[in-house]
C-alpha cells in the first residue's frame, strides 16, 4: 500500500467509525453541552385504530438559558401538537399551545397525564405496551432533539413517590 492509498484507507476507517455516529449525535450533544436533560418519556399505549394519543416526560434545564420546547414530530404521527389542560366552564379541555413550553434556566418541568402534554394525531399504527418509538422534540436554542419514548399503559407513574401527581380536582 502506497502513501497515497494508505491515506485514503484511513480516511475511509475514520469517517466509518467517527464520521457518522459524531453527525447522528450531535445534536443530542449540542444540548447535553447546553443542559438539557430530558428522562421518562413515555407514550400512552393505544388501542386499535386510536387516532391520538399522549406523551409525556420530564426535562431539566441545567444551563444558564431558559429552553423552549417549540415543537413534536414523530414518524408514526400525522400531526404532533404539544398541549395544556385549561379548566373550561367547569371540564378540563385540552387545548395547544402555540408558544410551546418554557423551561427556565435551572428549571424543570414534567409533561404527564392530566397536565401538559404532547399530543400525537392521525396515528398511523396502534403503539403496544413495551414497544420504543423515536420522536423529535424542537427547542428554540438546541434545535432537533431525537427523543426515545416507551410505550406504556400508565405513563407518568414511574416516580410517582414523593410527588403529589394523584389530583383528584374535587372542589
Ligand atoms: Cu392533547
Do not use: W
Not at 33 to 56: D, F, K
Not at 154 to 159: A, C, I, L, R, V
Request: aromatic share 6%; hydrophobic share 40%; net charge neutral.
Amino acid at each position: 500500500m502506497d502513501r497515497k492509498a494508505g491515506f485514503l484507507f484511513l480516511s475511509a476507517l475514520y469517517i466509518t467509525f467517527f464520521g457518522l455516529p459524531a453527525a447522528s449525535l450531535a445534536a443530542e450533544n449540542i444540548c447535553h453541552q447546553q443542559g438539557l436533560e430530558i428522562r421518562q418519556a413515555e407514550i400512552r399505549a393505544t388501542p386499535p385504530n386510536a387516532p391520538v394519543t399522549g406523551g409525556y416526560l420530564h426535562i431539566h434545564n441545567h444551563g444558564t438559558s431558559m429552553q423552549r420546547l417549540t415543537a413534536a414530530s414523530a414518524d408514526f404521527s400525522g400531526h404532533t401538537e404539544i398541549h395544556q389542560m385549561i379548566l373550561e366552564a367547569g371540564v378540563m379541555k385540552m387545548s395547544p399551545l402555540k408558544d410551546g413550553i418554557e423551561i427556565a434556566a435551572g428549571g424543570h418541568i414534567q409533561l404527564k397525564p392530566g397536565g401538559l402534554h404532547i399530543m400525537f394525531m392521525q396515528l398511523k399504527q396502534p403503539l403496544a405496551p413495551s414497544d420504543m418509538h423515536q420522536a423529535t422534540l424542537t427547542f428554540d436554542k438546541c434545535g432537533d432533539v431525537p427523543v426515545l419514548f416507551k410505550v406504556t399503559k400508565t405513563p407518568g407513574q414511574s416516580d410517582s413517590a414523593g410527588h403529589s401527581t394523584g389530583h383528584t380536582h374535587q372542589h
